[in-house]
């Protein structure tokens, strides 16, 4: 049984390794590059699910120790790290030059490395964050009842990623506009890997019933719409989690905002005197003016 959770991991490791050779074939064979990195995002797409998986069900079978944790740690490095940021290069700036001329490509190219290479980082900083939290917390912090992950996930930050180019086939961008938004677009989500806002880590959904029936019929109809139109559906999934974050982070800043303002005029009604000190203490210019 301490076997079956490092099974799981050392499939997302082949999947992760797969994909880099995928990408690296990309590079050298020009005709069929866009069929291989297309193979190497869905690579990246397989492993999320091993990696969901391996920690739940060390958990189930009460098989959880510090060597799989470690090394479900390092598989995250190579299949959500590595691999994505190579796939990430490759597609968004390696065959740039072919359709943009050289003297707007090579600067492009430059900041794109660096920007992937941001990315990795972050990546690993997360996962390194990630290992030595017992308790962490978000900045914004949602319901009691549920449990979030402080940053965005290097699965779904990976994620993100490959199903962009699995969205477009595989085919390299050709565009320098579209290149540059791939560039804010990679930035952003290492930048949420480090970040310290909520994002929903559905760990409240129990998978040890002893009747899962609709659970089952929800997965297989699930199954049955990513087989069908992966594409669109993975993207979509990934642009909808990385928005989530971004949303509840704005949300908590708003209503934060909203209440503090609902303190000051309660003051304000409650108390003028100390209204009107606070607010010659807000405008010291114009109080001294006056």
């Given at each position: 049984?301490?076997?079956?959770?490092?099974?799981?991991?050392?499939?997302?490791?082949?999947?992760?390794?797969?994909?880099?050779?995928?990408?690296?074939?990309?590079?050298?064979?020009?005709?069929?590059?866009?069929?291989?990195?297309?193979?190497?995002?869905?690579?990246?797409?397989?492993?999320?699910?091993?990696?969901?998986?391996?920690?739940?069900?060390?958990?189930?079978?009460?098989?959880?120790?510090?060597?799989?944790?470690?090394?479900?740690?390092?598989?995250?490095?190579?299949?959500?790290?590595?691999?994505?940021?190579?796939?990430?290069?490759?597609?968004?700036?390696?065959?740039?030059?072919?359709?943009?001329?050289?003297?707007?490509?090579?600067?492009?190219?430059?900041?794109?490395?660096?920007?992937?290479?941001?990315?990795?980082?972050?990546?690993?900083?997360?996962?390194?964050?990630?290992?030595?939290?017992?308790?962490?917390?978000?900045?914004?912090?949602?319901?009691?009842?549920?449990k979030y992950f402080v940053g965005?996930?290097?699965?779904?930050?990976?994620?993100?990623?490959?199903?962009?180019?699995?969205?477009?086939?595989?085919?390299?961008?050709?565009?320098?506009?579209?290149?540059?938004?791939?560039?804010?677009?990679?930035?952003?989500?290492?930048?949420?890997?480090?970040?310290?806002?909520?994002?929903?880590?559905?760990?409240?959904?129990?998978?040890?019933?002893?009747?899962?029936?609709?659970?089952?019929?929800?997965?297989?109809?699930?199954?049955?719409?990513?087989?069908?139109?992966?594409?669109?559906?993975?993207?979509?999934?990934?642009?909808?989690?990385?928005?989530?974050?971004?949303?509840?982070?704005?949300?908590?800043?708003?209503?934060?905002?909203r209440r503090h303002r609902a303190?000051?005029?309660?003051?304000?009604?409650?108390?003028?005197?100390?209204?009107?000190?606070?607010?010659?203490?807000?405008?010291?210019?114009?109080?001294?003016?006056?």
């Amino acid at each position: 049984m301490f076997v079956l959770p490092s099974l799981f991991t050392a499939a997302g490791i082949g999947a992760g390794f797969f994909a880099i050779l995928q990408t690296m074939e990309a590079v050298q064979s020009g005709v069929d590059a866009a069929q291989k990195l297309d193979w190497a995002a869905l690579a990246i797409c397989f492993a999320i699910p091993f990696d969901a998986l391996d920690g739940r069900i060390a958990r189930m079978t009460n098989t959880a120790s510090d060597f799989g944790r470690e090394l479900d740690s390092l598989a995250d490095a190579i299949t959500f790290g590595v691999a994505p940021a190579l796939l990430a290069l490759v597609w968004g700036f390696h065959f740039l030059p072919d359709a943009v001329g050289q003297g707007m490509a090579h600067p492009i190219v430059q900041v794109g490395a660096f920007v992937c290479f941001l990315y990795l980082l972050c990546g690993v900083s997360r996962l390194a964050r990630f290992n030595i939290s017992h308790d962490p917390q978000p900045q914004n912090p949602g319901r009691m009842d549920r449990k979030y992950f402080v940053g965005m996930p290097i699965p779904a930050a990976a994620g993100l990623v490959a199903s962009s180019v699995h969205c477009f086939y595989g085919i390299p961008i050709p565009y320098w506009w579209l290149a540059l938004l791939w560039i804010g677009l990679v930035g952003l989500a290492g930048f949420l890997m480090v970040s310290r806002w909520r994002f929903w880590s559905g760990k409240e959904i129990n998978l040890a019933r002893t009747q899962p029936f609709q659970l089952l019929m929800l997965l297989a109809i699930g199954i049955f719409i990513l087989i069908r139109f992966s594409r669109g559906v993975l993207f979509l999934i990934a642009l909808v989690y990385m928005f989530s974050g971004i949303w509840a982070r704005a949300a908590y800043s708003w209503s934060r905002r909203r209440r503090h303002r609902a303190r000051l005029l309660g003051a304000g009604a409650s108390d003028p005197a100390s209204a009107a000190a606070s607010g010659a203490a807000d405008h010291p210019v114009e109080s001294a003016r006056e």
